[in-house]
């Protein structure tokens, strides 16, 4: 505790929130965070009518990319651990205004992060106390109710928090793989070699890859509640890299599972099938399981949103903290010592943000619009580090240290993220509704660019003003 402590006071803060997370707590914020049944339930749909079966290798390639992305991240959060991660750890690197520009980038990108988990949420929830999928403003009152849940749960602290959390990792493990090694064993239909199969989609690559992208992102919650860590320093770059790693496992093993225990995989790759994974689940294991099985994914999404919701009031509390936003947001309340009024900003912001699901066939846009802005965010953050690396300006001294590998991991990690930024930000047709609009189509790019511009004129404005 006195390390941590002083830690914090040599980074510029006196402690203020409670530090009662261990390691696998923090593990575990980052796994729900990331959540395997959320980002594959949520995709699987859209990749096999992209690419057919075949869509399960960009899957693997995304997760090469991200794991170089978590490596870089796991170094800078053992230097500074600090609340808040890009923000704290731009600002070190390069300079204030770099860093305000990425903090409120970051803010941005999880927030429409935080709505699109609530929008995939809905129909789930509602399938297992109603039977019916919601629609239009069904849908977003039933995300927004979400919202709202998370929200209590946060307010009463990190031990509430931990406790749906891990709730949520023991749904994650029967959701992902005790379910996908069972059928991957005893309810297989088809063959291996439909993995490499395309099923008549002429293999949208690019597209696939787009949307692998919302499956493997989440991983910096960790770094956003290092604060709140017992042995910061060297715990929470342990649970980037280990939630990464364990994530990128589970997703790949249901993905193949529930491929190969598929009956008609033309089906699913024509787009008749809008959730292949439940009939397949259900048809395997019997109607029993369709009750139960719903329960376990509605838990992960339950412990995805708060994991989300509480990262992102961090994030708001660090910038806030710093009088890059109003300095009411860095309040910490006196019993549970969280940051309510940061947490409660945002997901009015995320409330917002639901507006987009009034229209249904807004999923392909909605995941497009979430992962976008995440990784800007990560292209900033390790962009900075190689800046501050190639110029002298950071010798990385914390417990975790890449030495002579730092550089060229930080390079492929930089050429990933730039390549597969452009590729979610490329406005696709195929991954909104038939004849949607070209707004539709444009909103990511347009958002962020909007978000971006006004973030630019904030800093400029006030870097006269001083």
Partial sequence: MKTD????????????????????????????????????????????????????????????????????????????????????????????RFAWFTGIVYLAAVTAALATVAYLAAPWVSL??????????????????????????????????????NAGIAAEIIGSVVIGLALLLFFQEQDFSVLFDTAGTGGSFLATLAVCGWAFVGFDASASVAEETRGAGANVPRAIAAATAVVGGAVIL??????????????????????????????????????????????????????????????AFGLARDDKLPRYLARVTPRSRVPLAAMTAVTLGAGAGLLLGLNDGAMGTMITFGTGGLYITFLLVVAAALYARLTGRWRPAGSLRLSRTGTPVNLVAFGWLAFETVNIAWPRAELASPGAPAWQVWAGVWVFAAIAVLALAVILISGRRR
């Fill in 128 to 165: 297992l106390f109603t039977g019916a999928e919601p629609r239009g403003a069904t849908r977003l009152l039933v995300s927004a109710g979400l919202l709202a849940l998370a929200l209590l749960v946060n307010g009463y602290g990190v031990r509430v928090m931990r406790t749906i959390v």
């Fill in 5 to 96: 402590d002083t830690r914090l006071e040599q980074l510029g803060y006196q402690q203020q929130l409670r530090r009662g997370l261990g390691v696998f707590s923090t593990f575990s914020i980052g796994v729900a965070a990331v959540a395997p049944v959320v980002g594959l339930y949520a995709i699987f749909s859209l990749g096999s009518l992209l690419s057919g079966p075949a869509w399960l290798w960009m899957l693997g390639v995304a997760l090469a990319g991200q794991l170089l992305v978590a490596v870089v991240y796991a170094e800078l959060a053992s230097e500074f651990p600090v609340a808040g991660g890009p923000y704290q750890w731009a600002r070190r690197l390069v300079g204030p």
């Fill in 254 to 315: 249901v993905a193949v599972a529930v491929t190969l225990a598929s009956k008609d995989l033309g089906a699913l790759a024509r787009g008749e099938v809008p959730d292949p994974v439940t009939p397949t689940v259900i048809d395997s294991f019997g109607a029993w399981s369709a009750k139960p099985f719903l329960a376990i994914v509605v838990t992960t999404f339950l412990a995805c949103l708060v994991s989300m919701q509480g990262y992102l009031g961090r994030v």
